[in-house]
């Protein structure tokens, strides 16, 4: 989610209407990306644990591929959505893949709704499958995302998480590129329960074009803020859309010369000690938060949401489940 000097920025340059900008160059070094997928053991229109079970499969064969190093981040209430007994292997099969696990809440619920007290206690009930998978393996649960990007509002809240996280072992995973995956998401499930190959295609080139055009804006950012490529943390989801494109995600990384590296290895760059100062009720990625603090401006006037057509098409189908 753009924050509002963003969006009044686009709006100010388009009228509101989209318009296509050129990508920037790539950059002349090779940089670095983590990768990152919420939302598992999966995100998906339809209830059927057999249609999850295949998300993760392709999604990790992609990974392992491409040779793409990963961390998936758990939403514990998804084990009873399906079959629990399979939904536990699909973890077990991202760290049987070499992959980590983080902890992203029990019910993916915002802090926004149950304040500091109900969100600590979520993000406690969110860990003992994760934690005990991890400890099977010698490893332990370290690493924690914030669903919807929401660190909690006013600052007593987010200053409470804080505190909890760190005295219970936890480090927050930020997001430095953010392209929006999950509106693309839904509609290419519905395309495939239809049958739609044309729209099926059209959504999957929509996204990767999208994707490819969000990248170049945060590389932009990025040297707007230090002077420099930094490693980026990209959020992904776990869902049929990634796991079929993931391949065509690796070449995108390729061309924008970013090698992807272990979300560890990613926060070593100093960048992400900058100071977080940002209080509020949006959910929005770090290069906005730590513009706040380095009182740099961001590159807006090259922001481009995603197409209108996905917005609309992910609102239908939001709205057509709610009847349901």
């Known amino acids: 989610m753009r924050g509002i000097w963003g969006a009044v920025a686009t709006l100010a340059l388009w009228g509101g209407v989209a318009?296509?900008?050129p990508l920037a160059p790539p950059p002349a070094q090779m940089g670095k990306v983590a990768l990152t997928f919420d939302d598992l053991p999966g995100l998906s229109l339809f209830n059927d644990q057999a249609w999850v079970d295949?998300?993760?499969?392709?999604?990790l064969r992609g990974l392992r591929r491409n040779h793409l190093p990963?961390?998936?981040f758990v939403n514990e209430s998804k084990l009873d959505e399906g079959n629990r007994a399979h939904q536990i292997i699909n973890l077990k099969l991202w760290l049987d893949a070499g992959k980590d696990l983080g902890n992203h809440t029990f019910s993916h619920e915002s802090p926004n709704d149950l304040g500091a007290k109900g969100y600590i206690e979520d993000i406690a009930k969110g860990e003992p499958v994760t934690r005990g998978l991890l400890a099977e393996r010698g490893r332990k649960l370290g690493w924690f995302r914030h669903p919807y990007l929401?660190?909690?509002a006013p600052e007593p809240v987010k200053r409470a998480i804080n505190d909890w996280l760190g005295k219970h072992g936890y480090r927050i995973a930020p997001v430095t590129i953010d392209a929006d995956?999950?509106?693309f998401a839904e509609p290419y499930e519905d395309a495939l329960a239809h049958h739609d190959e044309v729209r099926r295609l059209r959504l999957r080139k929509q996204y990767l074009d999208y994707t490819e055009r969000a990248i170049s804006w945060y590389q932009k950012a990025s040297d707007a803020l230090f002077g420099r490529q930094i490693?980026?943390?990209?959020?992904?989801h776990d869902t049929r859309l990634n796991a079929d494109s993931i391949d065509e995600l690796s070449a995108i990384l390729k061309r924008r010369k970013l090698r992807p590296v272990s979300l560890e290895n990613a926060m070593r760059d100093p960048a992400y000690k900058t100071r977080d100062p940002y209080v509020g009720k949006d959910g929005i990625e770090w290069l906005e938060r730590w513009s706040y603090e380095l009182k740099k401006g961001l590159p807006w006037t090259s922001w481009q949401d995603a197409p209108k057509q996905i917005e609309e098409e992910y609102e239908r189908l939001e709205t057509d489940q709610h009847k349901n």
């Open 231 to 236: 490693a980026f943390v990209m959020l992904l």
């Open 54 to 59: 295949f998300i993760n499969r392709q999604l």
């Open 70 to 72: 990963a961390i998936g």
């Open 150 to 152: 929401e660190t909690g």
């Open 181 to 183: 995956d999950w509106m």
């Open 19 to 21: 318009q296509a900008q």
